[in-house]
């Protein structure tokens, strides 16, 4: 059974970068359908879709939106995802998802505050 398991700090500064990991079990991160996902839920609202990394070859796409910011990466020998989103604001505070198709983690609240 896969499971995916985020990791964040919890509170971060503005203008810091927020660095948040996925481990994944129960499936590689290569060879799994589709991709993984990063999606984030701000407090009151939908959820957004932040970027994806493709399984076969470790290519990203991004939310236009927050292209600038975010880097999407993995680490194939740990079986991880990581996604980093730099420069933050306080309207980056929200709860930080891993996805696939319909596999989800239990996400990890982070806050931006000073």
């Known amino acids: 059974q896969v499971q995916l398991q985020e990791s964040g700090p919890g509170l971060v500064k503005p203008s810091q970068t927020l660095s948040v990991v996925c481990t994944v079990t129960?499936?590689?991160?290569?060879?799994?359908?589709?991709?993984w996902s990063w999606i984030r839920q701000p407090p009151g609202k939908g959820l957004e879709w932040i970027g994806h990394?493709?399984?076969?070859?470790?290519?990203?796409d991004v939310n236009p939106s927050l292209k600038s910011r975010t880097s999407i990466s993995r680490d194939t020998s740990k079986n991880q995802i990581f996604l980093q989103l730099t420069s933050v604001i306080p309207e980056d505070t929200a709860v930080y998802y891993c996805?696939?198709?319909?596999?989800w983690g239990q996400g990890t609240q982070v806050t931006v505050s000073s």
């Open positions: 990394i493709h399984s076969s070859n470790g290519k990203t």
């Open positions: 129960g499936d590689s991160i290569t060879t799994a359908v589709s991709g």
């Open positions: 996805n696939n198709l319909n596999y």
